[in-house]
């Protein structure tokens, strides 16, 4: 039994934006889009695992001491999507209000995460255009400490590639859920290009490139898990639709408890 904290892949849409005239621009709707329900469900689809969710900006705005007590109270923390800076920055940075009140500093969430993965906390860390390098590099994991616990390295330039035919999954090891046929993986529409680590476990790879796929890694006491696509929308727009998904990702949350 896990409890799983699932941070990322929620998104706010504003708009459409009307024009009425050349000095009059008005948003017109606003929806919150939940594309965390899907790995949400699959965590949950077995009775084994309970799964909490929060948007990157609530992971983001957390204020010290609680990031702390969440690496306390669950086993299994998900980042998707998350850039490096929601874990090195703070909104109190950016309030003009208390400038010059004090000095300003919070806990490092990167360091917070790589000594709680070394005292056996697992993080399991999904692509997406924010994800690793990531868009222009706006992931950022690669520079960061979070390249120690990661078991993958990342590109140092963009690391988006994507393909509008799809790409399939080639399983290489053990590791994969039991009774999961991972190459029979529904065509995913990108990942993140990286470079598996010499005492990482490689999964599986994309059939089409040969580069990494699914990886793990046990660090101290800890263990990580990367996964190079996004579990939800847009890459994994025909992933959730696999008959295999729940087993896959409830699973997987089971394989990374295992120790090595």
């Not at 222009?136 to 990661?150: D, F, H, N, T, V």
Request: with cysteine; net charge negative.
């Amino acid at each position: 039994m896990a409890n799983v904290l699932y941070i990322g892949d929620w998104a706010v849409a504003l708009g459409p934006i009307f024009a009425e005239t050349p000095f009059n621009y008005a948003f017109k709707g606003l929806e919150t889009y939940r594309y965390d329900s899907y790995l949400h469900d699959a965590i949950e689809s077995t009775g084994e695992h309970s799964c909490d969710t929060m948007p990157t900006w609530d992971f983001y705005a957390m204020k010290p001491g609680e990031y702390e007590q969440a690496i306390v109270d669950y086993d299994v923390i998900v980042f998707s999507d998350v850039e490096l800076k929601n874990f090195q920055l703070a909104p109190q940075f950016f309030d003009r209000k208390v400038f010059g009140e004090g000095i300003i500093t919070h806990p490092d969430r990167v360091r917070l995460t790589v000594e709680a993965v070394h005292a056996g906390l697992r993080v399991m860390f999904m692509g997406g255009w924010l994800s690793y390098t990531g868009e222009m590099g706006k992931g950022g994991w690669g520079r960061s400490r979070l390249a120690e616990i990661l078991p993958v390295k990342c590109m140092e330039t963009e690391d988006l590639i994507e393909s509008t035919e799809g790409f399939r999954a080639r399983a290489t090891g053990t590791g994969i859920p039991a009774g999961v046929d991972v190459e029979s993986l529904t065509p995913l529409l990108g990942y993140n290009r990286t470079i598996a680590l010499s005492d990482a476990t490689l999964h599986a790879t994309v059939q089409e490139t040969g580069d990494p796929l699914l990886a793990t890694r046990s660090i101290g006491k800890g263990k990580t898990l990367a996964f190079m696509s996004d579990p939800a929308p847009h890459w994994g727009c025909n992933l959730v639709q696999w008959d295999q998904y729940d087993a896959f990702w409830a699973g997987l949350v089971g394989h990374i408890l295992q120790d090595d």
